[in-house]
């Protein structure tokens, strides 16, 4: 794109981007898991422990607690951390090898509302460094905070930083910083959107 220059890191979003995921799939294996009615599953999840989870307010000890005492049935670390996972999809391989080829140009990390955990779920191999997680930064986009340290932590100027996310007011907050943002709609869209910045 004229008058900016090349992006020296790339961040990507993980949820609805790199690993795709629908809400639904967290319900069902609640269900499956507890034996609950639909009914109990939403409203477990309608309560936040994921919300405080991703803003580092809680950890997976406290996951399994609160799983335990809301189904009666024990739950340790391990599985709630795999229960809260249910959500995603099979991670968008085409696009992470995509985002391996342009760690050529530029540094390629992540910038993302979850917990740490969800490294797990990182198809082997692949590399985001350096990863930004709200359970880290405490704080959620598009908050401008976020964006403050994750600008802080890479020491970068604004326009240099490229950031690709699918929600609208994420984009929105970037761009009104002074990054690159692209919205993610489906990766023939984001190929051409990058090809337009001259990459990969």
């Given at each position: 794109m004229s008058g900016r220059p090349a992006p020296k890191a790339i961040l990507f979003d993980l949820g609805g981007v790199l690993l795709p995921f629908d809400q639904e799939r967290r319900i069902a294996a609640l269900m499956e898991r507890f034996g609950c009615e639909d009914d109990a599953a939403r409203?477990?999840?309608?309560?936040?422990?994921h919300w405080r989870i991703?803003?580092?307010?809680?950890?997976?000890?406290?996951?399994?607690?609160?799983?335990?005492?809301?189904f009666g049935r024990r739950v340790d670390e391990a599985e709630a951390a795999d229960l809260l996972l249910t959500v995603f999809e099979t991670p968008n391989h085409d696009l992470w090898d995509l985002a391996g080829s342009l760690r050529a140009r530029a540094l390629v990390g992540g910038f993302s509302d979850n917990p740490r955990f969800v490294e797990r779920l990182f198809p082997a191999g692949a590399v985001l460094d350096p990863m930004f997680f709200s359970s880290e930064l405490r704080v959620f986009k598009p908050q401008p905070e976020a964006f403050a340290a994750v600008e802080a932590a890479l020491g970068l100027p604004r326009e240099t930083i490229l950031f690709i996310d699918d929600t609208a007011a994420n984009v929105d907050a970037a761009i009104a910083r002074g990054w690159d943002a692209i919205r993610f709609t489906t990766n023939a869209a984001l190929i051409s959107d990058l090809a337009a910045r001259g990459l990969p």
């Open positions: 409203a477990f999840m309608a309560d936040g422990i991703s803003l580092g307010e809680a950890d997976e000890r406290d996951l399994a607690d609160v799983f335990t005492a809301a």
